[in-house]
């Protein structure tokens, strides 16, 4: 074995993260770690990455027993991790990233030298990035082949990859998981943390399943019959893999965006020409890479920017100039796309978080004062509704897990009962089962009525939840179809700027109304 992680426990107080886990990965294998929102596995690559300091345990490579005391004595083993959100410097080139912090570039950088070994370990993994190129300017799969270099750069023998496929289009999980085999095949050994249950059964050799911080099983992925059985190890129950969609007849028209340009501060152009409308009982999916725009989009529509040209009208009404209290008094509802610089305040507790939108409730509320206790009991009813894992209404929402603090923000939304349900990445970073609720929750909501407008880089989401599909790409719509017109493969070249052959932009009209 390469790696052993024996017996290891990690206690946050009284959480307890990680209890009695070994974990063995054996040399050029790629190794899954699955399980549910605060399963506990990015705490223990945190503890093999150096980030962390396990209370119990013992680890062991190559035999023999080491310490990791920090993130420095892990890269001096060879043990690399790229992390779900990418620790770069956007303002520095791709070698400036890569070197930085490294022990023999202290006094004297030779970025020539490096950038000329950094070609070759691009060449050599099939990973060729431009060494001189702003981090920046660069793509999102660009940026994490500069991630995965920096661990190579540095000798990395054991390569952690956290949810690595996380914003990424189709082909980019291709060119991925193309890597990920040339790696492999140099002798390197991968841990491959993924919610995704069919990437695990195409790219993984074996699969250890975490729940409640305690290993369930470690099998091999080529006796899993198929993605069901892997759910159902890992949530511990039957999984309904289905979301259940009836047809609705669409009704009203709640949101019209007609022309809607939008120009940065910097001058930027970032939505060109964008027009499209979402009527009641339908569920309008957009897709597109990270950065095409769609987050300046839906700034324009909640308020938060204003367009610099065309009209955003919002149950009949104009909306441009409305600043977004009010927008959201017409009924909005909106999952933000960053949930820890936009929807929550990590020090105050759940029940406060879970408070933000609804603090002018008639029933919360006793000659001006908040009666806590009503409030407690009604939050702490929705945080069971929603499976969000907690010691209680008061615990602050820093110490959850991503995928539950991400579960209280979506509760909070949707119990608003909204006329139009913004929801931007609403899945991002949960497992199946966490997902599969909350997807059935917005089928919930187009059903009684709701216009649903779904920002998601999930292909495979978009197309179980859409009744059209909308692809972005450099600020502008590209095409506008039916759901039943849609292919993976023809979303991923729209998502690429590509048109795909046969298809041409009077779709994007027809399909915009």
């Given at each position: 074995?390469?790696?052993?992680?024996?017996?290891?426990?990690?206690?946050?107080?009284?959480?307890?993260?990680?209890?009695?886990?070994?974990?063995?990965?054996?040399?050029?294998?790629?190794?899954?770690?699955?399980?549910?929102?605060?399963?506990?596995?990015?705490?223990?690559?945190?503890?093999?990455?150096?980030?962390?300091?396990?209370?119990?345990?013992?680890?062991?490579?190559?035999?023999?027993?080491?310490?990791?005391?920090?993130?420095?004595?892990?890269?001096?083993?060879?043990?690399?991790?790229?992390?779900?959100?990418?620790?770069?410097?956007?303002?520095?080139?791709?070698?400036?990233?890569?070197?930085?912090?490294?022990?023999?570039?202290?006094?004297?950088?030779?970025?020539?030298?490096?950038?000329?070994?950094l070609n070759e370990l691009g060449d050599k993994f099939g990973l060729a990035v431009d060494p001189w190129a702003k981090v920046a300017d660069l793509s999102i799969g660009q940026q994490q082949r500069v991630e995965i270099l920096k661990a190579l750069y540095r000798d990395a023998q054991l390569l952690i990859l956290d949810e690595p496929t996380a914003v990424l289009t189709p082909q980019e999980v291709e060119s991925l998981f193309a890597m990920i085999r040339t790696l492999t095949q140099e002798g390197l050994t991968i841990i491959f943390i993924s919610h995704k249950l069919m990437e695990i059964l195409g790219i993984c050799d074996r699969c250890t399943v975490l729940r409640r911080g305690e290993v369930v099983q470690t099998i091999d992925v080529a006796d899993i019959t198929d993605k069901q059985h892997l759910a159902n190890m890992m949530v511990g129950r039957q999984v309904?893999?289905?979301?259940?969609?009836?047809?609705?007849?669409?009704?009203?028209?709640?949101?019209?965006?007609?022309?809607?340009?939008?120009?940065?501060?910097?001058?930027?152009?970032?939505?060109?020409?964008?027009?499209?409308?979402?009527?009641?009982?339908?569920?309008?999916?957009?897709?597109?890479?990270?950065?095409?725009?769609?987050?300046?989009?839906?700034?324009?529509?909640?308020?938060?920017?204003?367009?610099?040209?065309?009209?955003?009208?919002?149950?009949?009404?104009?909306?441009?100039?409305?600043?977004?209290?009010?927008?959201?008094?017409?009924?909005?509802?909106?999952?933000?796309?960053?949930?820890?610089?936009?929807?929550?305040?990590?020090?105050?507790?759940?029940?406060?978080?879970?408070?933000?939108?609804?603090?002018?409730?008639?029933?919360?509320?006793?000659?001006?004062?908040?009666?806590?206790?009503?409030?407690?009991?009604?939050?702490?009813?929705?945080?069971?509704?929603?499976?969000?894992?907690?010691?209680?209404?008061?615990?602050?929402?820093?110490?959850?897990?991503?995928?539950?603090?991400?579960?209280?923000?979506?509760?909070?939304?949707?119990?608003?009962?909204?006329?139009?349900?913004?929801?931007?990445?609403?899945?991002?970073?949960?497992?199946?089962?966490?997902?599969?609720?909350?997807?059935?929750?917005?089928?919930?909501?187009?059903?009684?009525?709701?216009?649903?407008?779904?920002?998601?880089?999930?292909?495979?989401?978009?197309?179980?939840?859409?009744?059209?599909?909308?692809?972005?790409?450099?600020?502008?719509?590209?095409?506008?179809?039916?759901?039943?017109?849609?292919?993976?493969?023809?979303?991923?070249?729209?998502?690429?700027?590509?048109?795909?052959?046969?298809?041409?932009?009077?779709?994007?009209?027809?399909?915009?109304?």
């Amino acid at each position: 074995m390469l790696l052993e992680m024996e017996h290891v426990t990690k206690r946050f107080g009284e959480l307890v993260a990680n209890r009695d886990v070994s974990l063995s990965v054996r040399a050029g294998e790629v190794h899954a770690l699955l399980g549910e929102n605060g399963a506990g596995k990015t705490t223990l690559m945190n503890i093999l990455s150096g980030m962390y300091a396990a209370d119990e345990g013992v680890i062991r490579l190559n035999g023999e027993k080491i310490v990791i005391n920090n993130a420095r004595d892990a890269i001096a083993k060879g043990i690399g991790m790229v992390h779900q959100h990418f620790m770069l410097v956007p303002a520095l080139t791709v070698i400036e990233n890569v070197v930085l912090g490294l022990k023999e570039n202290k006094h004297f950088l030779d970025l020539r030298g490096a950038a000329a070994r950094l070609n070759e370990l691009g060449d050599k993994f099939g990973l060729a990035v431009d060494p001189w190129a702003k981090v920046a300017d660069l793509s999102i799969g660009q940026q994490q082949r500069v991630e995965i270099l920096k661990a190579l750069y540095r000798d990395a023998q054991l390569l952690i990859l956290d949810e690595p496929t996380a914003v990424l289009t189709p082909q980019e999980v291709e060119s991925l998981f193309a890597m990920i085999r040339t790696l492999t095949q140099e002798g390197l050994t991968i841990i491959f943390i993924s919610h995704k249950l069919m990437e695990i059964l195409g790219i993984c050799d074996r699969c250890t399943v975490l729940r409640r911080g305690e290993v369930v099983q470690t099998i091999d992925v080529a006796d899993i019959t198929d993605k069901q059985h892997l759910a159902n190890m890992m949530v511990g129950r039957q999984v309904d893999l289905h979301v259940q969609k009836p047809r609705v007849t669409p009704g009203d028209e709640v949101l019209k965006l007609d022309d809607i340009c939008y120009t940065d501060k910097d001058g930027a152009r970032r939505v060109k020409n964008v027009s499209f409308a979402i009527r009641r009982g339908e569920i309008l999916g957009i897709c597109g890479i990270d950065g095409s725009g769609q987050s300046q989009l839906v700034e324009c529509i909640t308020g938060l920017a204003h367009a610099t040209q065309g009209s955003v009208t919002l149950n009949g009404k104009p909306s441009n100039q409305m600043p977004t209290r009010e927008i959201l008094r017409h009924g909005v509802s909106h999952i933000p796309e960053d949930r820890h610089r936009m929807a929550m305040v990590g020090q105050l507790s759940i029940n406060e978080n879970l408070l933000l939108m609804t603090s002018a409730r008639k029933d919360f509320l006793c000659h001006g004062l908040y009666r806590w206790k009503a409030i407690s009991t009604y939050n702490q009813k929705l945080c069971e509704d929603y499976q969000i894992k907690a010691q209680g209404v008061s615990e602050p929402m820093t110490n959850l897990s991503g995928g539950n603090q991400q579960k209280v923000i979506v509760a909070r939304e949707m119990d608003r009962h909204p006329n139009l349900l913004i929801a931007m990445h609403p899945n991002r970073g949960l497992d199946i089962g966490s997902t599969k609720y909350i997807q059935g929750k917005i089928v919930e909501a187009r059903n009684n009525g709701a216009a649903v407008l779904l920002v998601s880089g999930d292909l495979e989401e978009i197309m179980d939840l859409s009744d059209r599909i909308a692809v972005m790409y450099n600020g502008r719509i590209m095409a506008v179809m039916p759901q039943q017109s849609a292919t993976i493969d023809k979303l991923g070249l729209l998502m690429a700027g590509v048109m795909p052959e046969g298809m041409n932009e009077h779709i994007a009209t027809n399909g915009a109304s």
